[in-house]
Nanobody, 122 residues
Framework: QVQLVESGGGLVQAGGSLRLSCAAS????????MAWFRQAPGKEREFVAG???????YYADSVKGRLTISRDNAKNSVYLQMNSLKPEDTAVYYC????????????????WGKGTLVTVSS
């Protein structure tokens, strides 16, 4: 079993940056594909970015070029560097772990953190 704890959310002005972190428990972190999802008020949870065990990355079209996902298997951690933030990026951001091939579907992810709130003011 994997437990995930997100951190790094907060309030930022449009155009600013934030770096989210997700710390995972357990010794099998390296076996999981990792991803970030987000859920804005009144909207469904959506895929943001994912990274495979070997470091291949996946991004939603809406965040390409602005957000960067990375992982450090030695530290059991995954990160989301968020640049050029927009008000529409406002959401609760969730870290997720799974054993799927491509991490872009919430239903395929096995473990979830409780989320961290990102608010981007205009």
């Amino acid at each position: 079993q994997v437990q995930l704890v997100e951190s790094g959310g907060g309030l930022v002005q449009a155009g600013g940056s934030l770096r989210l972190s997700c710390a995972a428990s357990g010794r099998t972190f390296f076996r999981y594909i990792m991803a970030w999802f987000r859920q804005a008020p009144g909207k469904e949870r959506e895929f943001v970015a994912g990274i495979s065990q070997s470091g291949s990355t996946y991004y939603a079209d809406s965040v390409k070029g602005r957000l960067t996902i990375s992982r450090d298997n030695a530290k059991n951690s995954v990160y989301l560097q968020m640049n050029s933030l927009k008000p529409e990026d406002t959401a609760v951001y969730y870290c997720a772990a799974g054993r799927t091939e491509v991490p872009d579907s919430a239903s395929d992810m096995r473990y979830w953190g409780k989320g961290t709130l990102v608010t981007v003011s205009s």
